[in-house]
Each structure stands twice: as C-alpha cells, then as structure tokens.
T-cell receptor
C-alpha cells in the first residue's frame, strides 16, 4: 500500500527558480529516499535521509525530514530544464531485514527555459 | 557501479501469451531483487520480493500464479507474466540490493514496457 503522498501533484516553474516538493507518510520509517524518473524510464536515486537526520544536501538538492510531522521536503535550487521529471519519495520501513520501499504518488515537475 | 539492466525494454504481445522479463545486476551480486509495477502517471507498486534460491514473497493482491518469479542466481531474476491480458499492460521495473552491503539502497533497472493487445 502507498504510504508517501507528495504534493503538489504537478509543479511548473521557470529555469532558475527553486522547486519545492513535499512528502507525507503515515508510519514509522528507517529512512526516506527521493527518486527521479524521466518519462518512461527507470528510477534514479537522488538522496537518502535517515530517520535520525533532519537535513541533507547533495549539490542543488536539499532534503529535510520532520519525523514528528511525518513529512519531508525536497528542494531543487536554481532549476534547469533538464530537471523536468517526476519526483517520488519512498519510505523504507526495513521489514524482514531488508529495505522495503513504499512509494508516494509523485510530483511531476516541469521546468521551462 | 551497481548497474541493473532489464530485458526487453519493450514488448508487445497478444492476449493469452506469456512474457518473460529479465532483471540482471551487471557488476554486483544481488541477494534480493524487487519487482514493481507502474501504471501511466502513477506511482510504483511493489509486486514481489525475490530472494536468490528461495520462493518469492508476493504483496497482497498480486497473483503468484500469474506473475511467476524465478531468482536462480545472484545476478538474475525473471518475471513471467502468464496468459497476459490487456489489463496487464504496464511498466515493470526491477531493483536490486547489493549482496553483503547495507541494505538501504535499491538500484533500479530501466524498466520494461509491456503492451498486451
């Protein structure tokens, strides 16, 4: 069953602007991951934040995690047209000794030149 | 490193036929592979978890007799859609976890687009 819920469902911005996507979840997690998917393609792992971390950076990406609110945000700064893709959060509840990811519905980001 | 491939990338078949999709870890051994299904503009739904040398664990609502999974080696898992019907048309994605590593990151294949006519 789906756990993560992203909002907004779709986001349209201009190049150079920042894009913020939010993810909420329902149960306790081991970590939360963000993935990117270009249309009709596989997933690319962007960043992982553990349940004991509050913020993490990777290049133009900044992820926050608030376990008390069961929410996370992904910020892409200085967006580029090449950032156009769908972005998914996935929660890892680590059942049975290995990670089991539950994906949200995704945010479709469109960055216009 | 940690590249996962899928074959074929696209397949079109007639209703009633069976289709096999391969998922390979190219440069690492994978203890566990996962199979997901994604309908257009929707999220990934986990179908089953495949462990090398043992039976797959299917998620609730996924028919194990329809979606046969074989994980015969540490680098290959196959998903066979038996007696495919148009409603089975979807994007199937596999992922793998590195053998002997911390199991926090799954490496995803590029996906297989199945169209059943």
């Amino acid at each position: 069953s789906q756990q993560g819920e992203e909002d907004p469902q779709a986001l349209s911005i201009q190049e150079g602007e920042n894009a913020t996507m939010n993810c909420s979840y329902k149960t306790s997690i081991n970590n939360l991951q963000w993935y990117r998917q270009n249309s009709g393609r596989g997933l690319v792992h962007l960043i992982l934040i553990r349940s004991n971390e509050r913020e993490k950076h990777s290049g133009r990406l900044r992820v926050t995690l608030d376990t008390s609110k069961k929410s996370s945000s992904l910020l892409i700064t200085a967006s580029r047209a090449a950032d156009t893709a769908s972005y998914f959060c996935a929660t890892d509840a680590k059942l049975g000794g290995y990670s089991t990811l539950t994906f949200g519905k995704g945010t479709m980001l469109l960055v216009s030149p | 490193g940690a590249v996962v491939s899928q074959h074929p990338s696209r397949v079109i078949c007639k209703s009633g036929t069976s289709v096999k999709i391969e998922c390979r870890s190219l440069d690492f051994q994978a203890t566990t592979m996962f199979w997901y299904r994604q309908f257009p503009k929707q999220s990934l739904m986990l179908m089953a978890t495949s462990n090398e040398g043992s039976k797959a664990t299917y998620e609730q609502g996924v028919e194990k007799d329809k979606f046969l999974i074989n994980h015969a080696s540490l680098t290959l898992s196959t998903l066979t859609v038996t007696s495919a019907h148009p409603e089975d048309s979807s994007f199937y994605i596999c992922s793998a976890i590195l053998f002997g590593q911390r199991t926090d990151t799954q490496y995803f294949g590029p996906g297989t687009r199945l169209t059943v006519l």
